[in-house]
């Protein structure tokens, strides 16, 4: 009997699907390349990468590769933890939670963060106020990621300011903008935006154009121009 392919394959995720090169994905997290670069390849020929990515040419990340990097952003900054240690601490997690890859699902949130902070704590002989700190900043990363039904990442709201408050005015859709950043409700693309903004027209301008808050525009801008700096 014959099948016809083109409507017995199983559609692709666009969550999967892959979408961003290294040194885009490392910005739109807020990390060196080199980073991002250690995540997916580990630190060493016997390492083994915290992303694993298709083997492919050219290397993309999908948009969970970009949520797995956001929190792991969150984990890493300003605790100067191991690799291997994160590594073996999300292990954990995944054994507890029975989920292959916590750091893109709800379950990471209501459950896995007190486990990891836990494991970390134990791994690192981290301080009670070092602990508090590593739950803050996760709890704090989570909150700008939203979840499906099934407790699968669907957006995320990069950081758009170097400090509070962090609006929720920028989101990354997979099905939007082709997953680019985009104006929070309006699907406008952030980086068609700030190229109006560069060829010199004013935020005022712009947001009387879209029909949107000033500071949203502020943001945008912002965001945009963190990223290519």
Not at 114 to 128: M, P, T
Not at 166 to 182: A, L, N, S, W
Request: proline fraction near 6%; aromatic fraction near 6%; charge should be positive.
């Amino acid at each position: 009997m014959l099948v016809d392919v083109a409507t017995s394959a199983r559609p692709v995720d666009p969550r999967s699907a892959p979408a961003y090169a290294v040194a885009e994905a490392a910005a739109l997290v807020r990390v060196p390349v080199s980073t991002l670069k250690t995540w997916i390849h580990g630190e060493g020929a016997s390492s083994r990468g915290l992303l694993i990515l298709p083997i492919s040419r050219p290397r993309l990340l999908s948009f969970a590769h970009l949520v797995e990097a956001f929190v792991l952003a969150a984990i890493r900054r300003g605790h100067g933890v191991a690799l291997q240690r994160v590594r073996k601490a999300i292990r954990y997690v995944q054994r507890e939670l029975h989920v292959e890859r916590p750091l893109i699902h709800a379950k990471f949130k209501t459950d896995g963060v007190d486990l990891f902070v836990d494991q970390w704590g134990k791994l690192v002989n981290a301080s009670k106020d070092g602990q508090v700190a590593m739950r803050g900043a996760l709890e704090s990363s989570l909150k700008r990621v939203d979840w499906d039904r099934n407790g699968l990442a669907i957006r995320l709201f990069p950081w758009v300011r170097a400090s509070e408050p962090q609006p929720k005015c920028i989101v990354i859709v997979p099905e939007r903008g082709f997953g680019r950043p985009t104006l929070a409700g309006t699907g406008i693309r952030v980086e068609v935006v700030v190229e109006r903004y560069r060829a010199g027209e004013s935020p005022a301008e712009l947001a009387t154009d879209y029909r949107v808050p000033v500071e949203l525009i502020d943001d945008a801008v912002r965001s945009e121009l963190r990223e290519a700096s």
